[in-house]
């Protein structure tokens, strides 16, 4: 023990993993080498630099960053205005912000939800806007730099322009930790390649700061990665060894070896399993073990900041089983993850009390890559008979043993969600994924486990190599009916499907035998060295290019809608699996969209005084608004009411209408050739009162009843039977279906009143209809897709 | 030896129908998490050709 003690080790989770749950990987090292007596620490990078970025200290400095840097394209130059309009709500709100993420009463009040995402979505865009070509997501993110080439992600540690974590770890990164003389081994987990460049980028920084410490890297990702190397790769410029497969038992022997000092002709690694170092220029590798999970010690949660994790919880990940004994033609996790084990339930469940006891937190994730029905039974009994008082969810497949009595026992011992990989709804296509379920149990475990009132997620894959157009649209319908049957027959409100376009995986047996599933692969690109997907031509079925469509088409997305500022790319839009569990639990609805209305309509009264709505912010956009516009455009954000727009108005100071009678507005707008995309100074006037950029000092009393007209600049994209609908100012869009297209039409043609029916009253409640006393038609104007040379 | 069919089943052979679902949707991507899956680079880069899905304007989309 005392050879162990006064050497430290520090583990590193570098980002970006996902901010609303601790990772497992650290805590279950750190409590690995605890339980052998050795003294480590942990340092959960990724939650630390997404905290940290998420403060008004940085998002202030990154406002000026983006005030300042040059775009490199249009469309960055979009994303850099986007980030300057939203700044000041950004700024002013993202600590509350955060600490509503972390609430459990926001769960219960919607309005208070929708307005945490809306700021925390406005902060991600301002750090976005800051840095060039850069997406920031809590999930994933994309910067101007590849993780696919090795140059780019090389490139991209060192430029903290182009890098957003270069720059926040020259800021936050805590070297203290680091220079601290008795670390001597610093590990680094990587698994998933969203930690790759911010992984490259921290390695980098510390061999400046501690370049005789030894590191070591492993993690799923990193397993894949360096599998395919059989030569020296500049990562290992950074790091010393490499561990595959499984830590436990490893990193400790890596310690343990460089104790022992160096012994000529022979290298310490060579009895470490799937260990990977670089001799010489050549990688040299031991095989890979499974490690024994019986004995396995707790994860070490204490080590990390538990209460910076951006949900409520915290909810914290065990596991009960390791790896997955199918072999599913799309997936890897095989692969990197070793055979198939079980811990024994009793452990686990005293695991989770213990947990739960140090603590507070009854919220547990279960991150097995598949709970088998032995699993779950055995798990699901241990609960219940321990008492341990938890909700938890998890992800197994679908069974013929999944029968309505374990459903029942899943919901007593606190299961809240199941993730199931539904894949498709054909039996035809399972069987092309190799995937040995039947859509038989599929249906009845279903039903199991919404009678039992466990909410259930579905995961979709559009477009597996082979499916048709009409097995894909089967797959998206038998998803939507899951859900109605869910609500509407079972009351289970959190059920909830996803799906995602098929993707090639060089390590999973499509990838590794695609002539088997009719796939031609193409070479990946000689500068995506990293890559480990492939593009591929199927020989049948739904090409690559179509699933993307698909998976689009079923999100009721419209593809590229770079057009207007709110776009699809909303980085707080997808649903959090966190959140929808945590609802499950606490008895939360979902959040429904909240009515979007369209306000002051009718006009107030001619001697009102017109005034610009607080939070309103402004920039000038680099394109024309519309058409018949030749000069920039002006966009303005009405952050209380979550509104983008763009005028077309070249003008100095729009602010000098502050203050106008109502009476005197039109002609301002008309004099200073201030319009809304082509329409007359009327109806801009009108319009900027109906989304609450201006308001009037008086409003009217009691507004008549009116006609009902469809609001102004409304996309439309027909797919189908179905319009999908988008509002460029609220960024609601709705689906409509048969009658209610007509009803549109109709609207659009203004020609007869309209009935007020159910339609009608959904198409008004989220902004699309408004009602306004009898006048004119107006003039109908025509976007022009920003930054097209007109 | 027949097996009663369960509710999902009946519902999964309606699925094959269009007209399913309410006649005014919105579109949610709370629920729906399919709406911003993250697209890898090289996937970006074949996405499929936007033109057939080029916003219209009120007046061309309600012929």
Excluded at chain 1, 35 to 54: F, H, K, N, T
Excluded at chain 1, 514 to 519: I, M, S
Aim: glycine share 8%; proline share 7%; with cysteine.
């Amino acid at each position: 023990m005392g050879k162990k003690m006064g050497k430290k080790t520090v583990l590193v989770n570098p980002p970006l993993w996902n901010a609303y749950a601790p990772h497992l990987a650290v805590p279950l090292l750190l409590g690995d080498l605890r339980a052998r007596g050795y003294e480590a620490a942990a340092y959960d990078l990724s939650i630390e630099c997404v905290d940290w970025m998420l403060s008004t200290a940085a998002l202030e400095e990154l406002r000026t960053k983006a005030e300042q840097r040059r775009a490199v394209d249009l469309e960055d130059e979009w994303a850099r205005r986007r980030a300057l309009l939203v700044a000041p709500a950004a700024i002013a709100g993202v600590e509350e912000a955060k600490a509503g993420l972390r609430s459990l009463a926001t769960l219960h009040e919607p309005a208070a939800f929708h307005s945490v995402r809306r700021t925390v979505r406005d902060a991600l865009w301002l750090i976005s806007g800051a840095f060039p070509g850069c997406d920031f997501d809590l999930v994933s993110n994309t910067s101007r730099y590849s993780a696919e080439s090795t140059l780019q992600v090389l490139e991209a540690s060192t430029d903290p322009d182009g890098n957003p974590y270069r720059w926040a770890f020259d800021r936050m990164l805590d070297r203290d930790l680091f220079l601290d003389p008795s670390v001597e081994v610093v590990g680094v987990s990587m698994s998933a390649d969203t930690q790759l460049i911010a992984g490259v980028t921290f390695l980098s920084m510390l061999r400046e700061v501690r370049p005789d410490v030894h590191v070591v890297l492993g993690g799923n990702y990193a397993t894949r990665l360096v599998d395919r190397w059989q030569h020296r790769h500049p990562l290992f410029d950074y790091v010393d060894t490499v561990v595959t497969g499984e830590g436990e038992g490893a990193l400790a022997s890596v310690i343990d070896g460089l104790g022992r000092g160096r012994r000529p002709g022979a290298d310490f690694r060579e009895k470490i399993p799937g260990a990977v170092w670089d001799d010489n220029g050549i990688l040299l590798r031991t095989p890979r073990h499974s490690a024994d999970i019986s004995t396995a010690a707790p994860p070490a949660y204490d080590a990390l900041p538990l209460d910076k994790y951006l949900a409520p919880g915290p909810i914290l990940p065990v596991f009960a089983s390791r790896s997955c004994p199918w072999d599913c033609a799309f997936c890897s996790i095989p692969f990197a993850s070793n055979s198939f084990r079980q811990r024994p339930a009793a452990a686990v469940a005293d695991e989770i009390r213990a947990l739960r006891a140090a603590h507070g937190s009854p919220f547990i994730m279960f991150v097995d890559e598949i709970m088998s029905l032995r699993t779950l039974r055995n798990v699901g009994e241990a609960l219940v008979e321990t008492s341990a008082g938890v909700h938890w969810y998890g992800e197994t497949r679908f069974a013929r043993g999944l029968d309505e009595g374990l459903a029942e026992l899943l919901h007593a011992s606190g299961c809240r969600r199941m993730n199931f990989g539904l894949e498709s709804a054909s039996q035809r296509v399972l069987d092309l994924m190799r995937k040995g379920t039947r859509i038989d149990d599929a249906c009845d475990n279903i039903a199991a486990m919404l009678k039992a009132g466990v909410p259930i997620h579905l995961f979709v894959i559009h477009g597996f190599p082979g499916e048709t157009e009409e097995e894909a649209a089967r797959t998206v319908a038998f998803a939507e009916a899951v859900r109605r049957l869910s609500v509407q027959t079972y009351g289970v409100a959190h059920t909830t499907w996803g799906g995602s376009p098929f993707v090639l995986d060089v390590h999973s047996p499509v990838g590794t035998r695609p002539e088997k599933f009719g796939v031609r692969v193409e070479p990946p690109r000689p500068q995506d060295d990293l890559s480990l997907q492939r593009n591929y031509t199927a020989e049948s079925g739904i090409s690559q290019q179509d699933s993307v469509r698909v998976a689009e088409d079923a999100a009721g997305s419209f593809g590229d809608t770079t057009v207007w500022f709110r776009a699809a790319r909303d980085p707080m839009a997808r649903e959090i699996e966190e959140f929808t569990f945590l609802r499950a639990c606490v008895g939360a609805p979902l959040p429904e969209t909240p009515p979007v209305p369209l306000f002051d309509w009718p006009p107030p009264h001619p001697d009102a005084r017109i005034g610009i709505a607080p939070g309103v912010s402004l920039t000038r956009a680099p394109w024309p608004a519309t058409q018949t516009d030749t000069g920039p455009a002006l966009a303005l954000y009405n952050a209380a009411e979550d509104r983008f727009l763009q005028l077309n108005w070249t003008g100095s100071d729009w602010r000098e209408l502050d203050g106008l009678p109502w009476r005197d507005l039109e002609s301002w707008l008309a004099d200073h050739e201030c319009r809304y995309l082509g329409t007359d100074a009327g109806a801009t006037a009108a319009l900027l009162l109906r989304h609450g950029f201006l308001v009037p000092s008086r409003r009217q009393a009691e507004p008549g009843p009116g006609r009902l007209r469809a609001e102004v600049g409304i996309a439309v994209v027909s797919r189908g039977d179905t319009h999908h609908m988008t509002n460029p100012i609220t960024g609601v869009t709705v689906r409509l279906r048969g009658s209610a297209i007509d009803t549109w039409h109709r609207r659009l043609s203004d020609e007869t009143p309209e009935p007020v029916t159910p339609v009608t009253e959904a198409l008004a409640r989220y902004g699309f209809l408004y009602r306004c006393p009898d006048v004119a038609g107006r003039s109908r104007p025509a976007y022009v897709t920003q930054g097209e040379a007109v | 030896m027949t097996r009663k069919k369960t509710d999902l089943e009946q519902l999964m052979a309606a699925a094959g129908t269009t007209g399913e679902g309410p006649a005014v949707e919105v579109v949610q991507p709370e629920v729906r998490t399919g709406a911003q899956y993250a697209l890898l680079p090289s996937m970006k880069a074949k996405r499929p050709d936007p033109s057939g899905a080029t916003p219209e304007s009120e007046a061309e989309g309600g012929q």
